[in-house]
């Protein structure tokens, strides 16, 4: 044998064996639990361990114990962010209202011996309980008061922003098949859905099963909502206002080594259309305002943190830490949008049931440090995401961050190598689309992953390539392209430079759109098929879903 072959022979010994011991130890050993925490419209940079100012001990304690990751995509929106976690498949194969001709991460670990639990947002159609989770609490839709979930007006409580008129006009919220009512005192829907979590842990204390837990908090999705401790925290914190802010998390993430002046320069502020902002002087008054609003946002951020030491602390009580796969991670980048509503109080504490705020274009592009562009983007603002995986039975605590890029759908095929799951479990659903990731099991144990396929993106007027080091994006007509080793803040377009690489590319993602949809690329996708299935569906599975909701 050649001294060539030998080497190459040992590679392959030194990569796959130690993952085979390690599938083997996790055969042989308990099943582990699993819960997954996903946040809304939290940014890039929000977490003290990514580089922020706000107070995240408890994600940070994990990311410490775990393994963090610095190139972990989502979906760029709410919605299909969600449908892809919950399928492991793209959101195109399916229509995002009822997962139609998928399996979910319930269907597939309940027959895996699992007991399967949900609290927290969906924002979809159907209630999870008909489709493999064992208990489902919370909101079926996307968006919600904070304090006051309903938007009912309550006796004795200020009336809540953007109220409804009537019952029959409020967003269900199931508790299992019940459609719950108001809350006769005032809550706070991140503390709400901890509780109901942790009600379902305590029940099953004694029970041998293993769980797992989706914990789908709304936070910190507008409106900007917190309790008045939380924001009295960061008084005074952004004064200093936008750049400032965004300066000193790029400097803590260079200190982190999650980024590099390099290959990750800092990019000039933008505006929606690429250009450059030119501030205009705000008043004392508008400035304190604006530094309020980060201020609530940060309460929010903290009040999730401190919601996960509760469930971090309720595992260690049950002995049950050691083998629970915690992973953390949002569903789209910093959100620049600035919804109106009506009913709002004016006069009312900042931040409280009667108001409505959000942060705006600039505070997410501070969320978003150092990336570009806000949710909804392909641009690696939209679709970054953190992504905090810790399991102290089975993997070591990485210091190095681990640079693989990586998706959503890749959630799916990891648990479901973890826990010896097969797919598509006890799914009802016809024409169950194949998971469309792979494990990153091999990430966990800071070895390679072998991704024969590139990722792919689309949302709205945005689309993405990523294939190795090379992403090919647009908000447009026009294809850019970037050299991610290089280039991880999408600055030096190379596509004039590299024509024929655009070409492959392009015609990869036009092969697996048409495979997604069946349909031709018409270069609209607000009209993609998903949302022309969501139409067509609607009409057929209103009585059922009327059903449910009551």
């Known amino acids: 044998m050649s001294i060539s072959k030998i080497i190459a022979t040992l590679v392959v010994v030194l990569v ?146 953007g109220k409804a008129k009537d019952n029959t006009k409020v967003k269900p919220w199931m508790d299992d098949l019940k459609k719950v009512t108001p809350w006769q005192t005032v809550k706070y829907d991140t503390d709400g859905f901890t509780d109901k979590a942790l009600e379902w842990l305590d029940a099953s204390k004694k029970d041998k099963k293993p769980f797992l837990l989706y914990m789908a908090y709304t936070a910190p999705h507008y409106p900007l909502q917190a309790w008045p401790d939380d924001i009295a925290k960061y008084k005074g914190v952004y004064d200093g206002g936008y750049d400032a802010v965004r300066e000193a998390r790029y400097k803590r993430q260079i200190q982190l080594g999650l980024v590099d002046t390099k290959t990750a320069p800092l990019p000039p502020t933008e505006g929606k259309k690429r250009k450059k902002v030119i501030d205009t002087p705000l008043s004392a008054e508008e400035l304190r305002t604006e530094a309020m609003k980060m201020e609530i946002y940060a309460a929010m951020v903290d009040r999730v943190d401190q919601n996960v ?46 108001t409505y705020i959000t942060y705006g274009q600039k505070w997410a592009t501070v969320s978003n440090t150092p990336l570009r562009k806000w949710k909804q983007d392909s641009f690696e603002g939209g679709i970054g995401t953190p992504f905090i995986v810790q399991w102290p039975a089975n993997i070591k605590p990485q210091t190095d961050w681990n640079r693989v890029p990586a998706h959503l759908i890749d959630i799916m095929p990891t648990l479901a190598e973890i826990t010896g799951a097969k797919y598509p479990g006890k799914s009802k659903e016809t024409n169950i689309q194949p998971m469309d990731g792979i494990s990153l099991l091999p990430a966990f144990k800071a070895l390679p992953i072998e991704r024969t396929k590139p990722l792919f993106f689309q949302f709205s007027n945005g689309s993405a390539v990523i294939d190795g080091q090379w992403k090919m994006v647009r908000d447009s007509k026009t294809w850019e392209l970037y050299d991610m080793a290089t280039d991880r803040t999408e600055t030096h377009n190379l596509a004039d430079q590299k024509p024929e690489l655009v070409q492959k590319l392009d015609t990869q993602w036009q092969a697996w759109w048409k495979d997604c949809t069946g349909n031709e690329w018409d270069g609209n996708g607000k009209k993609d098929k998903s949302e022309k299935r969501d139409k067509k569906n609607k009409k057929d599975k209103k009585e059922k879903n009327d059903e449910i909701e009551e």
């Open 16 to 161: 796959i064996f130690p993952m085979a011991i390690f599938a083997q130890s996790t055969k042989t050993a308990a099943k582990p639990n699993i819960v997954i925490i996903l946040v809304d419209d939290m940014g890039y940079s929000d977490l003290g361990c990514y580089g922020s100012e706000i107070h995240t001990p408890n994600i940070d304690r994990l990311a410490a114990n775990g393994v963090k990751f610095s190139q972990m995509h989502n979906c760029a929106k709410c919605f299909p962010s969600r449908a892809s976690l919950v399928t492991g498949v793209y959101f195109q194969r399916t229509e995002v209202a009822n997962f139609s001709h998928t399996a979910t991460l319930g269907e597939v670990l309940q027959p895996a011996g699992y007991n399967t639990w949900w609290s927290g947002k969906h924002h979809s159609k159907f209630n999870p309980v008909t489709r493999g989770f064992d208990h489902y609490y919370g909101m079926i839709g996307g968006a919600e008061n904070h304090f006051n979930p309903w938007s009912v007006e309550i006796p004795g409580q200020p009336s809540p922003d």
């Open 309 to 354: 030491g509760r469930l971090v602390n309720k595992l260690k009580e049950q002995g049950k830490l050691d083998n629970t796969i915690i992973m953390f991670l949002s569903d789209n980048g910093g959100c620049a949008e600035t919804p109106k509503v009506a009913n709002v109080d004016s006069t009312a504490p900042m931040g409280s049931v009667a």
